[in-house]
């Protein structure tokens, strides 16, 4: 079983419906990651979470560190917003700090 | 505007030759990663450094070496590509506030 686990795995919707993509993880974290893969492969960092809440635009990343777990939100939802998106948490501090992956939600935005 | 660099972006190699994949990044960072990720996968840590002349395997058991003689610098090397090493790879870097730069990526494929 992975530490980190995204769900759902794949995700269809239409032009300007309301998002919302789940990650629960099973370690003790130092921060949570939300990153979007488009299909030509590179990666954009779009969160870092510690605690709470944190909005950029139309997408809204939460974090409950008590439940192990965290959501990313978008409104309005967009076809340019259709990619992979990658939960990954940041486990230990300092050198010894490493990211642990979740296997990512791929999300179709149709007209 | 990208500050991490990687060339190539994509990469079709015989079997048997040796390739070096390139990671350049402008921010300074100390922290630089490899990550390895097969399609519909997590990505998966082969490699990383925490300054110049400091190198450590990751979680990944990878036949690829590094090397970090510049801080901006930081390319992956295979002395003999084989079909397994077929797969997308990634390079990242850190700021000490644990926020990470991902750079394109180069796909990989080796025939």
């Known amino acids: 079983k992975n530490e980190v686990e995204q769900s759902p795995q794949n995700l269809t919707a239409q032009e300007g419906e309301f998002i919302t993509i789940n990650c629960s993880y099973s370690?003790?974290?130092?921060?949570l990651h939300w990153l979007q893969q488009h299909p030509g492969g590179g990666i954009v960092s779009l969160f870092m979470?510690?605690?709470g809440k944190k909005k950029h635009g139309r997408l809204i990343a939460t974090i409950n560190i008590q439940e192990k777990h965290s959501s990313l939100h978008i409104t309005a939802s967009h076809p340019r917003d259709s990619a992979v998106y990658i939960c990954?948490?940041?486990?230990?501090?300092?050198?010894?700090?490493?990211?642990?992956f979740g296997t990512g939600t791929r999300l179709q935005v149709t007209l | 505007e990208a500050d991490i660099y990687q060339t190539p972006r994509y990469l079709v190699i015989g079997t048997g030759k040796k390739i070096t994949l390139e990671c350049s990044q402008t921010?300074?960072?100390?922290?630089m990663y490899w990550y390895q990720q097969d399609p519909g996968m997590e990505l998966h840590l082969i490699h990383y450094?925490?300054?110049?002349?400091?190198?450590e395997k990751g979680d990944l058991s990878s036949e690829s070496t590094v090397s970090r003689i510049r801080t901006e610098h930081f390319p992956l090397t295979l002395e003999s590509a084989r079909p397994s090493h077929t797969s997308q790879y990634l390079c990242?870097?850190?700021?000490?506030?644990?926020?990470?730069?991902f750079g394109s990526g180069t796909r990989l494929t080796v025939v």
């Open positions: 979470l510690s605690s």
């Open positions: 990954a948490v940041r486990v230990g501090t300092g050198t010894a700090s490493k990211l642990t």
């Open positions: 370690v003790g974290i130092s921060a």
């Open positions: 921010m300074g960072h100390d922290k």
């Open positions: 990242a870097s850190s700021d000490s506030g644990y926020g990470y730069t």
């Open positions: 450094s925490y300054g110049v002349n400091s190198t």
